[in-house]
Nanobody
Framework: QVQLVESGGGLVQAGGSLRLSCAASGNILSIVRTGSMAWFRQAPEKERELVAEIGHEDSTAYARSVEGRFTISRSNSKTTLYLQMISLKPEATALYYC????????????WGQGTQVTVSS
């Protein structure tokens, strides 16, 4: 099993910055070797959306709405995932989830409990 615990959310004014963290523990070897990790978010009354993901070879991909402002990365040990967010907009307000999967061929299968990000205008 894999456990994911997010932190770093909070209230910030528009234009501000936040860095989210996700600590991964448990059987993460397959995730590190062949899978990927990602940040999703879900705003009230909206579908959950993929914000950014990073593959086992450190390739990254971003939602168009955040490209150039958000950066996904992880620690050298690959046990902590980060999402650096700058120039935040009110529409970024959402519950942000960390997720992981063992291969690119499967949906994301491990999820954290989420951390709330609120951007005031």
């Amino acid at each position: 099993q894999v456990q994911l615990v997010e932190s770093g959310g909070g209230l910030v004014q528009a234009g501000g910055s936040l860095r989210l963290s996700c600590a991964a523990s448990g059987n993460i070897l397959s995730i590190v070797r062949t899978g990927s990790m990602a940040w999703f978010r879900q705003a009230p009354e909206k579908e959950r959306e993929l914000v950014a993901e990073i593959g086992h070879e450190d390739s990254t991909a971003y939602a168009r709405s955040v490209e150039g402002r958000f950066t996904i990365s992880r620690s050298n040990s690959k046990t902590t995932l980060y999402l650096q967010m700058i120039s935040l907009k009110p529409e970024a307000t959402a519950l942000y989830y960390c997720a992981a999967r063992r291969t690119f061929a499967t949906p994301y299968e491990y999820w954290g409990q989420g951390t709330q990000v609120t951007v005031s205008s």
